[in-house]
Structures are given as structure tokens and as C-alpha cells.
């Protein structure tokens, strides 16, 4: 009968090999729009756009964004499509008086009969109530959300026009991109997340069937909106809910990542709106696999992935717990030769996904008309594992929250720093 350093061995092992094919499925995840050269096409937006037929509600939720707010009404007002096929309403709670005063200025600035002020009661509160009475008001065929600091492209109705008349879909998702990856140490893996997320790994789930679409920038048939009766207000990731009641609706998901129309936004600008903003996140997650509505979800596979997806935030928690072991087990105990070599299959699986992050920086700052410097690529390389600490303490966090019953939204601040990028 094994002693008990042998059961914990093993059970030690396991959790390697876990650790080792989670690991693998991400970089999956990172490289799948370079398996074949073909699926490339899958992020071009089309040259030639059609006549402007279809038209659009664009909903703009904000809470205390008086320093970003009116530029963004700006640029929203300013897209280039036909103004009697857009409608714009600015989504703010009443007790938000400094991001209403800022609304109403440029409200009144612009004069515009298109764009309209919805200001909903904190009572109830949150983001998903804001867009459901949103949506009670919307006229437009396609319904889609910009948040309060977003920068989006001059052309992206065009583009969208242009899909959904050419392709047989219900849903596009344009790509969404953090613009200002060299403003502190930990935005270049963050602005890295969203790069390989929207241009790469959303293709993968959509393939699949189970896609968690962004908060944003996401285009929907109004009436199919309506008929799954809005977003959910109960969770923290509405719009990762969305997706998932979309693809259970057998909806058409098409995923556009063209790196020129990308919606700028901007990383949280300390270390502490990070972790809130990844723990909203996680949490988010952790509340939708309770709620079991993926359970409905047709295909086995999609069930797994979206299983998959939701228990992230356990297992980045669990895996974060793991480090300091693994690091006393390295030096304390020692394990037998077949077995010491497998304990080290995770740490290459990160050296890898490392040199997949520089190179995706190279990417980035290419398709971005930026200069290549070595420096940034440094930076990068040395914060690659105290990144992944903050990942781990955000996942934690999410946990002990859910635990807790803490479910309040704790906003993430924008300062504009991608303003210009």
C-alpha cells in the first residue's frame, strides 16, 4: 500500500499534468489564426462597402466618466454613416450629476436629433439595466454598445453594414483593442490579452459554437435582442452571457478583428484597477457556471468549452496557490527522476507562451505603425511572471468574493491614455 509522500507525489503529478494541458489549449488559443494561412481572411473588413441600408441604435452606458465622456459622444456622432439611420442614446444613473452635466453640454452642442439622454434610476443600478431600458427605446435594425471611453474607428457602421448584407449572420463582433501598452509595466501583457483574444483565440470558440463576446463593439439584430429579452442584470459579465444564450439560440456569431478598425480603450492605470477589473471579470464567470443556463448549450463539446471557460477563474486561482508549493518541492523534496522531469513540462510551456508574447509585441506595434524597441520587449520579458501573479490574485479574489456573497460592481477608472494612440 503507497505511504502518503507517494499519494501526494501523484497527486502532485496531476495537478503538473493539468497545469500542462491548460497551458497547451492557451497557446491553442493564441496561435489558432495562424494555423493555415486561409483563415486570415476570417479578420479582413471588406474593401468596398455597400450602400448604407441597414441602420443602427448605439447605446453609450457610463457612470463617472466625466473625463472621458463628451469626446466619446464626439466620436460616436462623428462615424461615417448616413446620421437618419443612427440613433445614439447616452445611458447615465441620476445620481451621477457630473457625467450628466458633461452629457447634456454636448447634447446641446450638437444639437442633434439623433442622439437622445436616458437617465435610469440607481435603484437598480449596473451597466445591464442601463442597456435593457436602452433597448426599450431602440428603433435601430442592428443594436450595439460603446463604453464610455471607447474610440471607434470613422468606418466601423460601414464595415458592419457591409457584413451583414454580405454574410448570413446575427451577431459580429468588431475587434476591441488596448491601444497604450507601453504606459506601465503591466499594460503590455495586458494590451498583448486583448490582441491575441479578439484577432485569434474569439475564432477558436467561434468555430465551436460557445462564444464569451466582449463588453463592447459587439453588432446584434435588434430583434433578436428583444427576443432573448435584453442582458442579464444579475451578473457582473453581461456580455459574456450573451454570448453564450446566443450561441444556445443558434445564432449566427461572425468574429472581425481587422487591426485598422479596432475600438481603441485604454488599460486600467494602476495595479489596484487591474486586479478590480479582472476580479469583476472572474467573478462574472463564477456567478454564469452557477447559473447553469450553458448547461442548455446543444453539442457536448460546446458544453465542455464553455465549462471550460467559466472555471478559469478557480483554476487560475488554484494554479496561483500552487506556485509557492511547487517552488518548496522543487528544493525540499525529491522526487523520482521520470517524475521531476514532467514537473518541469509547465515551466516550458511558459517559456514559450513568453517568446509568443514578444513576438506578438513585434505584431502589435507593426500593424500600429509603432517603433520596435528592444527596451519594451525587455520590459515585457521581466513582467511576464509578475503578471501572471496579478491573474492569480484577481482570481483569487473573485473566489473569496463569491464566497463572501460580495457582489457590487467596483468600476474600473478611465483617464484616456489611448487618447491619440
Not at 6 to 34: G, K
Not at 118 to 130: A, C, F, N
Not at 185 to 208: G, P, Q, R
Amino acid at each position: 500500500m503507497p505511504g502518503i509522500t507517494t499519494i501526494l507525489e501523484y497527486l502532485y503529478l496531476a495537478i503538473i499534468v493539468l497545469m500542462t494541458i491548460q497551458a497547451i489549449f492557451n497557446i491553442r488559443l493564441l496561435l489558432y489564426i495562424w494555423e493555415e494561412p486561409k483563415q486570415a481572411w476570417l479578420n479582413s473588413a471588406p474593401t468596398i462597402y455597400r450602400e448604407p441600408r441597414l441602420s443602427f441604435t448605439i447605446l453609450l452606458p457610463a457612470y463617472h466618466e466625466e473625463d472621458v465622456y463628451a469626446y466619446t459622444i464626439q466620436k460616436v456622432y462623428d462615424l461615417n454613416y448616413p446620421r437618419k439611420l443612427v440613433q445614439i442614446i447616452a445611458l447615465l444613473r441620476e445620481h451621477d450629476t457630473g457625467t450628466i452635466k458633461v452629457a447634456q453640454e454636448k447634447l446641446n452642442e450638437l444639437r442633434a436629433p439623433n442622439v437622445q439622454l436616458l437617465i435610469t434610476s440607481d435603484k437598480h443600478g449596473g451597466k445591464p439595466h442601463q442597456l435593457n431600458l436602452g433597448l426599450r427605446v431602440a428603433k435601430g435594425d442592428i443594436v450595439t454598445i460603446f463604453d464610455a471611453e471607447d474610440e471607434p474607428h470613422p468606418d466601423i457602421l460601414q464595415v458592419i453594414n457591409t457584413t451583414f448584407l454580405n454574410e448570413p449572420v446575427d451577431v459580429v463582433q468588431s475587434g476591441v483593442q488596448l491601444m497604450n501598452h507601453n504606459t506601465k509595466w503591466f499594460c503590455f501583457l495586458n494590451v498583448l490579452e486583448y490582441f491575441f483574444w479578439f484577432k485569434s483565440a474569439l475564432h477558436f470558440f467561434a468555430h465551436c459554437g460557445m462564444t464569451p463576446l466582449g463588453g463592447n463593439t459587439v453588432f446584434v439584430k435588434r430583434d433578436l435582442m428583444q427576443y432573448l429579452g435584453g442582458w442579464d442584470h444579475t451578473t457582473l459579465t453581461e456580455d459574456a452571457d450573451l454570448g453564450i444564450r446566443l450561441c444556445i439560440a443558434k445564432a449566427r456569431v461572425r468574429i472581425l478583428y481587422d487591426d485598422e478598425f479596432v475600438t481603441k480603450e485604454e488599460t486600467p492605470h494602476t495595479i489596484e484597477q487591474f486586479i478590480k477589473q479582472r476580479t469583476r471579470w472572474n467573478q462574472g464567470f463564477i456567478q454564469i457556471l452557477f447559473a447553469g443556463r450553458w448547461r442548455q448549450l446543444e453539442k457536448f463539446s460546446q458544453r465542455m468549452l464553455a465549462l471550460y471557460v467559466l472555471i478559469l477563474p478557480e483554476v487560475q486561482a488554484f494554479f496561483a496557490l500552487m506556485l509557492p508549493v511547487s517552488v518548496l518541492m522543487f528544493f525540499f523534496v525529491k522526487l523520482p527522476v521520470w517524475m521531476a522531469i514532467l514537473t518541469f513540462m509547465p515551466f516550458y510551456c511558459f517559456v514559450f507562451t513568453l517568446f509568443l508574447s514578444v513576438a506578438g509585441l513585434h505584431e502589435f506595434v507593426k500593424v500600429h505603425h509603432r517603433k520596435w524597441k528592444w527596451s519594451e520587449a525587455l520590459t515585457l520579458i521581466v513582467a511576464f511572471l509578475p503578471y501572471q501573479i496579478l491573474l492569480g490574485i484577481g482570481a483569487i479574489r473573485a473566489v473569496l468574493r463569491q464566497i463572501q456573497g460580495a457582489s457590487n460592481w467596483e468600476k474600473t477608472a478611465h483617464i484616456g491614455q489611448h487618447r491619440g494612440n
